[in-house]
Nanobody
Framework: VQLQASGGGLVQTGGSLRLSCVTS????????IGWFRQAPGREREGVSC?????????DYADSLTGRFTITRDSAKKTVYLQMNSMKPEDTAVYYC??????????????????WGQGTQVTVSS
């Protein structure tokens, strides 16, 4: 099982980025995928998640609803995180992770079994 996160970079306040999580070694449609982030000196926090394809559920951290959107492209085995109206407090290393659960998704990092390597996102003020 592998997850490869990419798409991070430097963006100005108010700008946008799209992160990609390319997966391999498992059937993406059977797994929930989560995006998490960790800023320096802070704990890892849940950003967004998407359930297995059959359940069609998404969830977001309360502070991010309306700015971030998570989507899945099953043919490309990729999950995307579109980030708009970005703020300096969005600066962090972003990780994607997978867990084989059905009918739901959760923003609790401890429940995820497989992790990507992280991609740095920096929002300048």
């Amino acid at each position: 099982v592998q997850l490869q996160a990419s798409g991070g970079g430097l963006v100005q306040t108010g700008g946008s980025l799209r992160l990609s999580c390319v997966t391999s070694g498992f059937t993406l449609d059977d797994y929930a995928i989560g995006w998490f982030r960790q800023a320096p000196g802070r704990e890892r926090e849940g950003v967004s998640c998407i359930s297995s394809r059959y359940a069609g559920i998404t969830d977001y951290a309360d502070s991010l609803t309306g700015r971030f959107t998570i989507t899945r492209d099953s043919a490309k085995k990729t999950v995307y995180l579109q980030m708009n109206s970005m703020k300096p407090e969005d600066t962090a290393v972003y990780y994607c992770a997978a867990v084989n659960i059905q009918h739901t998704c959760v923003l609790a990092s401890a429940l995820y079994d497989f992790w990507g390597q992280g991609t740095q996102v920096t929002v300048s003020s």
